[in-house]
Structure formats: C-alpha cells, structure tokens
C-alpha cells in the first residue's frame, strides 16, 4: 500500500505558465516532506522541503504548500521553463530520520 | 569538489552473476541509502547503514548484499537470488540526523541482465 501518491503519471504545461504538481499521503506521522528533481539517467536532486509545522516554503520559484488536514501537498513553479521538464518525486520523512518514503514520481514536460 | 560517484554508469550482466555497484562519496556523511527505481514506482530503499560496519535491510533487501568497512564507500552486491535485477540503481548518502539535512545521490547504474 503506497503511502505517498502522486496520481498524475505526467504533466504538461506551456512555458511562462504555473506548474503545479500534487502529493497525497495516508499517514498523518509524517513530519517532513522533500521534493526532488530528476532528469533521466541522473539521480535526483533535492528541490525544496516543508516541515509538518508549516503549511508554505518558498524558494524563488518553487513554492511548497502542505494542507495536514487533507495529507495534501502540492509543488508550484512560478514561472515554468523548458529546464523544469524532468520527473519530480515527492518524499516523506516518517518518524525514522534516516529512510525516505517516495512518491511514484510525475513527469513534468514544459511546452515553448 | 564533494559529491558521490557510482561506477559503472551502466552494467550488462548474465543471469546467474553476481555484479557489484560501486559507490563513493567524499562528503563525510555517515549515512549512506541504494535504492531501486522501476518504471512507474517511487524509489525504494534496498539497504541503508548509519555507520562504519553496520546496516539495515530496507524494504526490498532479498536478492541484494552490501557492506561498510569504510566511511566513504558502501558498495551493492546484486547477486543471482534477485530474480528481477534489471533497473536503475541510485546510493545516496546524508550527514548525521537523516533526510532533514540535504541529501546527495549519485548519478546513478543501470544494470541490465542479458
């Protein structure tokens, strides 16, 4: 049973416009979710992150909003660029600081 | 320049062969993570260590051997008990304190059974 879920396989959005990729989760002991960038044949790299006692991060065009009350995440990118095209993962921090809980991963393609 | 290094990039094997996936780092990070990714699945977490000469399984242990002699090195062994081996494998490694700290990971090994 997947604990973490991001339901759009991929996702498409023109150049200059909001990205705006979701995360779901199922268990409310998570504490700190992490978003990762991943270009093909490379391994990811970290993004942004939001602790659980937040609800917005904010690290220029990236934007990370958490709603607890619906185990709801969402990754913004303001404006988008065709770098911006590769897979992004969410990931969840449960009470263990040292294992990672992933998402299945979206694929973001940005069109010019 | 710190960062992690897996060698080889990519990795042909027989079935019935063990292969070792090597992994690296010189950022002084005690914690170091292989994981697995499949097509249309998270990452998911093969072994971890914490420190020096000791390691857990994660949740997909069976068919994989690692080990720790040294700080900056935490090799995978892949062996012929793993039945579906063909994937992209990716180490990682974090300072003291886990994922809330920034984590590295390599660029990655794509091992394809032939």
């Known amino acids: 049973d997947q604990q973490v879920k991001q339901n759009s396989p991929s996702l498409s959005v023109q150049e200059g416009r909001i990205s705006i990729l979701n995360c779901d989760y199922t268990?409310?002991?998570?504490?700190?979710f992490l978003w990762y960038k991943k270009y093909p044949a490379e391994g990811p790299t970290f993004l942004i992150s939001i602790s659980s006692i937040k609800d917005k991060n904010e690290d220029g065009r990236f934007t990370v909003f958490l709603n607890k009350s619906a185990k709801h995440l969402s990754l913004h990118i303001v404006p988008s660029q065709p770098g911006d095209s590769a897979v992004y993962f969410c990931?969840?921090?449960?009470?263990?600081?040292?294992?990672?809980?992933w998402g299945a991963g979206t694929k973001l393609i940005i069109k010019p | 320049d710190g960062g992690i290094t897996q060698s080889p990039k990519y990795l042909f094997r027989k079935e019935g062969q063990n292969v070792t996936l090597s992994c690296e780092q010189n950022l002084n990070h005690d914690a170091m993570y292989w994981y697995r990714q499949d097509p249309g699945q998270g990452l998911r977490l093969i072994y971890y260590s914490q420190i020096v000469n000791d390691f857990q399984k994660g949740d997909i242990a069976e068919g994989y051997s690692v080990s720790r002699e040294k700080k900056e090195s935490f090799p995978l062994t892949v062996t012929s008990a793993q039945k579906n081996p063909t994937a992209f494998y990716l180490c990682?490694?974090?300072?003291?304190?886990?994922?809330?700290?920034?984590?590295?990971f390599g660029q990655g090994t794509r091992l394809t059974v032939v």
């Open positions: 990682a490694s974090t300072e003291v304190g886990g994922w809330n700290t920034e984590a590295f």
């Open positions: 990931a969840a921090i449960p009470d263990s600081n040292y294992q990672l809980i």
């Open positions: 268990n409310s002991m998570f504490d700190y």
